[in-house]
């Protein structure tokens, strides 16, 4: 998660460029070196523009989606294949998080006890559980569009969006360990969640339209604020496997309401 220190690199300053290539380096596997030197509190001024790697993440697993519609594949196998492209491209950042959550919040009988499972490794019923049903939520929904163009916007959207509210999960939850990356983060100012929100503005606008674009926007935020509260009351804020189940749920959340509305 961060960049090896090295005198022949000079020091994270907080730029825009440099905001850019750390949220890439934390959201995606994409092989990026920078060439600054930075710690995890970085992310409280990178988180601004995770919304930014959400429309690459989502550009990606869109345009193989409309690429395998294009060369006569069901559309299910087109979903499929889009999922996968998406879980590649981010190391199953977020998936490894809600199954974390599940196990931990679905197990765990106290604070320390869901804290401790959401760190272990190994995993349970409740994370297989939940995948599976996440997974084969995204893939029922993507399979079932007629038109492959509004699955590419979909994936664009719902990756923009439920990426980009992450800076607010880190404003607004308190951490939940006085250690890891929730901790480590740090709270956001007020800009970096603000910024976040006029890029996921601008982008769901432009893809989807004012009225679609608005049912993507509200139904993430209800995902994300679902998300937020359960983890408010299970573990009292947020850690690195919380936001990435905020981001899945809102996601999910995103796909299953546009699926409705278009």
């Keep these: 998660m961060t960049n090896t220190p090295s005198k022949k690199y000079p020091a994270y300053k907080g730029s825009w460029v440099q905001d850019f290539l750390v949220a890439l ?31 690459i993440v989502g550009g990606v697993a869109g345009t193989i989606y409309v690429f395998a519609a294009f060369i006569g ?28 959550v599940a196990d931990g919040f679905g197990g765990g009988g106290d604070k320390s006890k869901k804290l401790e499972i959401m760190r272990d490794s190994r995993v349970g019923t409740y994370a ?9 939520l995204k893939v029922a929904v993507l399979g079932t569009l007629s038109d492959p163009l509004k699955g590419f916007a979909l994936l664009v959207v719902a990756a923009t969006i439920s990426r980009g509210l992450i800076a607010w999960a880190l404003y607004f939850l308190p951490p939940a360990r006085e250690n890891g990356l929730g901790h480590g983060a740090g709270r956001p100012e007020i800009m970096a969640p603000l910024t976040s929100t006029v890029l996921i503005v601008l982008i769901t606008v432009l893809v989807f339209g004012p ?3 608005a049912v993507a926007l509200l139904s993430g935020i209800v995902g994300a604020s679902i998300m937020g509260a359960i983890a408010m009351r299970q573990v009292g804020g947020q850690t690195g496997d919380v936001l990435g189940a905020i981001q899945q749920l809102a996601e999910v959340c995103i796909l299953i309401a546009c699926l409705a509305a278009i």
């Excluded at 409280?44 to 429309?55: D, E, I, M, T, Y």
């Excluded at 999922?83 to 998936?95: C, D, F, M, P, S």
């Design 25 to 55: 380096v934390f959201l995606t596997r994409l092989p990026i070196r920078p060439n600054f030197t930075f710690e995890m509190n970085a992310l409280k001024s990178a988180c601004r523009f995770f919304s930014l790697v959400g429309l």
């Design 73 to 100: 594949l069901p559309l299910v196998v087109c979903a499929i294949l889009a999922v996968a492209a998406q879980i590649i491209l981010t190391g199953a950042l977020h998936e490894d998080a809600i199954g974390d």
């Design 128 to 136: 297989v559980v939940t995948l599976i049903i996440v997974v084969g």
């Design 211 to 213: 009225q679609i674009g």
